[in-house]
């Protein structure tokens, strides 16, 4: 990866605006951090600038403004930035179809996404896998009443993931993604 340039330090003051009031469910972190993680994991395994700059703007479609933000995303960043942000999104709009509905539709779609959406997906994935296994060692069971999945529908669509980006997705994020998996599911049968 080349340096980072005024487009990804533009992103950055982009996504601490959309997101600077939002918190992490069930830990109170703030959820700018998680932008941050992707980003990095992005990053530390071969995303470019574009991909880095989706990676902190991926939830900014499906959790504050849906379309007029994508336009937004395409006019500031570019193109393929939109692209790949739209491909993290599993809705557009609002009001959100419903919770299951909706993961099996974005599972469908990631079934053909490039490997940009991917990478970042992939990213999103682990990261929200990681803070899950580790908010289930210090919250047990209560964890899950904060998803709409619950602790079944949560774990079914990590797992689904796994399998669908087993073959395409970058390997050492999937290989990872797949050993937290296993680990939560192991504690919280």
Known sequence: MNQLGERFRSALVYAAH????????????????????????????????DEAIAALLHDAVEDRGGNHILQEIRSEFGEKVA?????????????????????????????????SVLLVTSADKLHNARCYLTDYRVRGE????????????????????VELARERGPKLLIDELERVVSELERLAQ
């Open 18 to 49: 959309l997101h600077g009031d939002q918190i992490r469910k069930g830990s109170g972190v703030p959820y700018l951090s998680h932008l941050l993680a992707v980003s990095s994991l992005v990053m530390e395994n071969g995303g470019d600038e």
């Open 83 to 115: 692209e790949i942000v739209k491909g993290c999104s599993d809705c557009e709009g609002s009001p959100k179809p419903p919770w299951r509905e909706r993961k099996e539709a974005h599972l469908r779609d990631l079934g053909a996404a490039n490997d």
């Open 142 to 161: 209560e964890l899950w009443s904060h998803f709409r999945g619950g602790k079944e529908g949560t774990l079914w669509y990590l797992r689904a993931f």
